[in-house]
């Protein structure tokens, strides 16, 4: 048998009510990305024909999620009432006509939504098990998992064709104690599979149309039916927060490997963070508790020191990250430029060297080559309405302690003194001061201190107040001063 086209089930109609959660279950996230978009990138990975998502009217969000895919290529089918797995692929039938009837056939692959870790890889090798010459009809996944949990569990004969799928609701306890469990993946004939959907039936411990019971029935009507097996740690279902948080430290190990592997320094693996869409070039080096939201690009030779939470960024080659510093989406750090500690970026372009060593947000900023950016700048980019932009030249220095108040302009090589306030563009090479001018007056800490010490304190403590002070002290007046 060839296999001549492929189409793809993906099941998202069900709430997910053991998540406790207004959200539906498949936009439930792990290293920074839905279940569901997990699993579509995975799917996207066997470059099938068609791809048919299954969403439930009350639930526009998951629709949502798919239109907002790049490609615009996956469908969606619409399942009105959420009467079980195999009910929902029932509901495809339209959406898939021409792989199961007068219009032709091809292959359907089934996968949930909420099995977000499987891998292309063996997606692949269950697809080329249909293109054996004596291939399976109808194939399913299984894994032996350390706890077996409330997983289906598969009923095989001796050669290895699949009796049936006997749910964990529905299975006695000598059936419970199979070990080889459902990933939930099936893999079949799309005539066979949509001609034996027809006779399932709801007569199960849920009252649901199982999709599980295609074996069964497959194995009556005389069908060859098989199973692939997979890694336990790639078909983990999510059907509960701590499930999970489970599906999340796996993901993390396998990012935090890829990276290694890659040519990365993890100094304390364990505590950094990735998300799905991480890229980092070679010899970059990762100090403890680092965490990386979407969107973020490292090149090589990059250092992210302890404590940096970085998001959205693009790290420019040999640049050093931290310790402490925030960076937020839309941030570019240009080849060997520093950010250090406690400094937050948004939106803000730093050209080649420049460095905002300490206690600095720039926001909406753009920052020139081999600028310095002192202790202390905040540009002050909102006005409560709008965004504005900072833009600070090539070369320039920006004094500690300086608000540059946008939209502004500091020309290249200008110098900005500190604790200035910018309210105006500074030219090329200008220097510009912006603060009360500082006044001088000789002896008079002296003359302050020796007058204080003969009044005494004057503190009183707050024991034997009377009922209904307020508690606050007058102003003292003012005296002059010398
Ligand atoms: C299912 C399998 C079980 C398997 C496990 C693997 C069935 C009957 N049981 O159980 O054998 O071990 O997955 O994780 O198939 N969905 C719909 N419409 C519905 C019902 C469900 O689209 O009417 C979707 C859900 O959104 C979910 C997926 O199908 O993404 C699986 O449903 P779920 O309720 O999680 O099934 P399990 O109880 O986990
Ligand atoms: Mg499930």
Redesign the pocket.
Same mark, same amino acid.
């Given at each position: 048998m060839t296999l001549s086209k492929l189409a793809v089930v993906v %099941? +998202? +109609? !069900?709430q !997910?009510t053991r998540m406790k959660s207004t959200r539906p279950?498949?936009l439930h996230q792990i290293a920074g990305r839905t279940m569901l978009d997990h699993v579509l990138d995975s799917i996207e990975g066997l470059k099938p024909e068609r791809i048919v998502v299954?969403v439930a009217p009350d639930l526009p969000a998951v629709a949502e999620a798919v239109a907002a895919r790049p490609g615009g290529r996956v469908r969606t089918a619409v /399942?009105d009432r /959420? %009467? *079980? &797995?195999g009910? +929902?692929v029932a509901c495809t039938k339209t959406a898939l006509a021409g792989y199961h009837g007068a219009g032709g056939s091809g292959d359907v692959l089934v996968v949930? !939504?909420?099995?977000p870790l499987l891998t292309p890889a063996t997606l692949s090798a269950l697809c080329a098990r249909r293109r054996a010459a004596d291939a399976p009809d109808l194939l399913g996944l299984a894994f032996q998992p350390a706890d077996p949990a /409330? $997983?289906?569990r598969f009923v095989l004969d001796k050669k290895g064709q699949v009796l049936r799928?006997v749910?964990y609701a529905d299975a006695s306890s000598a059936e419970r104690a199979i070990d080889l469990?459902?990933? *939930?993946v099936l893999l079949g004939d799309g005539r066979v599979l949509f001609s034996l959907i027809e006779s399932l039936g709801t007569d199960n411990a849920k009252g649901?149309y $199982? %999709? &599980?019971d295609l074996f069964a029935l497959a194995n009556a009507a005389g069908h060859r039916t098989a199973v692939g097996e997979a890694d336990p740690t790639e078909v983990l !279902?999510i059907?509960s927060r701590a499930e999970l948080a489970g599906a999340e430290a796996i993901l993390q190990t396998r990012l935090r490997a890829n990276a290694m592997a890659n040519g990365v320094t993890l100094v304390d693996p364990a505590t950094v963070w990735f998300s799905a869409d991480t890229q980092l070039g070679r010899d970059v080096t990762v100090q403890p508790n680092v965490f990386f939201g979407p969107g973020v690009v490292v090149g090589n030779d990059v250092e992210i020191r302890a404590f940096c939470h970085v998001e959205g960024a693009t790290i420019e080659a040999g640049a050093v990250i931290g310790p402490y510093a925030r960076l937020r989406p839309g941030t570019v750090v240009g080849a060997g430029a520093r950010i250090g500690n406690f400094v937050e970026t948004k939106n803000t372009v730093l050209g080649p060297g420049a460095k905002a060593n300490h206690l600095t947000y720039l926001g909406d900023a753009q920052v020139g080559a081999k600028a310095n950016v002192g202790a202390g700048t905040i540009t002050c980019n909102y006005d409560g309405f709008g965004k504005h932009l900072t833009s600070i030249g090539e070369g320039a220095f920006i004094g500690s302690n300086t608000a540059l108040v946008a939209p502004v302009r500091i020309g290249k090589g200008a110098i900005v003194g500190a604790g200035s306030i910018i309210t105006e563009d500074v030219a090329a090479d200008a220097l510009a001061v912006g603060r009360g001018p500082q006044e001088a007056r000789p002896g008079a800490a002296k003359r302050f201190r020796e007058r204080r010490k003969s009044a005494g304190t004057g503190e009183k403590t707050g024991a034997g107040k009377k009922k209904g002070s307020s508690g606050k002290k007058k102003a003292p007046k003012r005296k002059k001063d010398g």
């Open positions: %099941l +998202a +109609a !069900g !997910g279950k498949v299954v /399942q /959420q %009467l *079980g &797995t009910h +929902a949930f !939504g909420d099995t /409330q $997983y289906g799928i749910e469990c459902n990933a *939930g649901e $199982y %999709l &599980t !279902g059907n």
